[in-house]
């Protein structure tokens, strides 16, 4: 049984920093691309970033590109998310999700139950 379970989020003012964790477990974690998804209130689920397997290879949403970081620890079955220069758009719960190969394909696997990130103005 695959589980992520994310964790880092919160209130933060515009311009901040946070950075998400995700701790993945139950399957082979370098296989696996492993991305970030949000969904802010009244919104359907966007994309935001995602890194393959080996971390070698990383996608962004435009939204994200120069402000957010993914990268992750194979070591510790561990995806990050650095976000800096926060805006209050950025508010949404964050999703960790696992994708089902080794690239990013945008196919996910699995979801964790997300983290709240509330950027105040």
């Known amino acids: 049984q695959v589980q992520l379970v994310e964790s880092g989020g919160g209130l933060v003012q515009a311009g901040g920093s946070l950075r998400l964790s995700c701790a993945a477990s139950g399957r082979t974690f370098s296989r696996y691309a492993m991305g970030w998804f949000r969904q802010a209130p009244g919104k359907e689920h966007e994309f935001v970033a995602a890194v393959s397997g080996p971390g070698l290879t990383t996608r962004y949403a435009d939204s994200a590109k120069g402000r957010f970081t993914i990268s992750r620890d194979n070591a510790k079955n561990t995806v990050y998310l650095q976000m800096n220069s926060l805006k209050p758009e950025d508010t949404a719960v964050y999703y960790c999700?696992?994708?089902?190969?080794?690239?990013?394909?945008?196919?996910?696997?699995?979801w964790g139950k997300g983290t709240l990130v509330t950027v105040s103005s």
């Open positions: 999700v696992q994708g089902s190969t080794l690239s990013w394909n945008g196919g996910v696997a699995y």
